[in-house]
């Protein structure tokens, strides 16, 4: 198997409060933003105007796009079959009209003729069914993974703190988008769905390597067996996400606008899925499991009670007999008999 690091003896459990303190970080940023600038969701949770168009010649989205800049608006082009397009825009049900005037008066610079063949408002309801939709799938995504992990360990704390990490990358993504403003639609849902996916993954393999160095060395501390555990999958974790992000610097690059903030939101989830499974999940496992003190062991052997034997009885010694002079028996039985023989 390839390896990128030899062998590496690094002590991640030593800087845990450290990755405390950013993960804490954050989250007080994230809040901030979120208070102050907000989300910008797109048309599919706001609501806005679709004006779809077909042209009589081919034309190419970018030309089209291009073309929709001039509006100075935000919006969203989509392909609907050969020379078919839709036009999204933010905007509020009083104002389809001139939406609709600004969209054509865009594509007219394209000077290709084209017919508006439907005009639609998508009203706030339908935007506040995708966000609860959108919701209930990132939530119930996570509970499915506590289960999956709970059930395939055996501990419901190893389950808790991967979907505390896949939480943590998570909001990290929607606090890139609040910084940068990008526009959040049902895509870039997809991509954090992704993102859980592909973050847990990494986490579970580090997780079974615990598990099995726990049946190996049944007397090493947890601290131990978590740093031995993520320095021997270190090698496997670089080249992985190496790999993916590699893969989507190409996208975010190269994959045009329709792509970029897909690509935007998986760049930034990889990433710091990177950093909680090594950061975060693994030393909040640490704490919840043994308090954080390194001389606690990691996995205690079956010691089997073995009942205390009764002690023999001890021979009892007799007391000796003193020994009786011989000599002075014999004379004390001859003296009674001559007695005797007097009294006849």
């Not at 501990?155 to 909001?171: E, K, M, P, Q």
């Not at 308090?291 to 079956?302: F, N, S, Y």
Request: hydrophobic share 45%.
């Amino acid at each position: 198997m390839m390896t990128f690091f030899p062998k590496t003896h690094i002590d991640f459990l030593k800087y845990r409060k450290v990755y405390f303190t950013i993960s804490g970080l954050i989250f007080v940023l994230g809040i901030f933003l979120f208070a102050t600038k907000g989300l910008n969701l797109g048309i599919d949770f706001t609501g806005g105007t679709m004006v779809q168009v077909k042209f009589e010649q081919k034309v190419d989205m970018a030309q089209i796009r291009a073309a929709l800049t001039q509006t100075g608006q935000s919006s969203d082009l989509q392909s609907y079959g050969e020379n078919t397009f839709a036009v999204r825009e933010k905007g509020s049900e009083a104002n389809v009209g001139e939406v609709q005037a600004r969209i054509e008066k865009a594509l007219d610079t394209l000077n290709v003729p084209y017919v508006v063949q439907q005009t639609n408002f998508v009203g706030p309801t339908v935007g506040q069914n995708m966000t609860e939709r959108a919701a209930w799938a990132i939530i119930l995504s996570l509970v499915l993974i506590i289960i999956y992990v709970a059930f395939r360990f055996n501990n419901i704390l190893w389950g808790t703190s991967g979907v505390v990490a896949l939480f943590h990358d998570l909001f990290v993504m929607a606090v890139a988008f609040a910084i940068t403003k990008r526009e959040i639609d049902l895509v870039v849902v997809a991509a954090f769905l992704t993102v859980a996916g592909f973050s847990i993954n990494d986490t579970i393999v580090i997780f079974d390597r615990i598990r099995e160095n726990m049946r190996l060395n049944p007397r090493a501390s947890l601290g131990q067996l978590i740093n031995q555990s993520i320095n021997e999958t270190l090698s496997r974790t670089v080249i992985t996400s190496i790999t993916v992000v590699g893969a989507l610097f190409v996208l975010y690059f190269c994959g045009g606008e329709a792509l970029n903030s897909f690509s935007f939101a998986m760049l930034v989830g990889c990433i710091c899925g990177f950093y909680t499974t090594i950061a975060l999940t693994t030393p909040l496992v640490y704490v919840w499991s043994k308090g954080g003190r390194h001389d606690q062991p990691a996995h205690e052997p079956i010691r089997r009670v073995v009942p205390a034997k009764k002690a023999a009885p001890q021979p009892v010694e007799k007391a000796p007999v003193p020994a009786t002079d011989a000599p002075a028996t014999h004379s004390a039985k001859k003296s009674v008999r001559k007695s005797r023989r007097n009294r006849r």
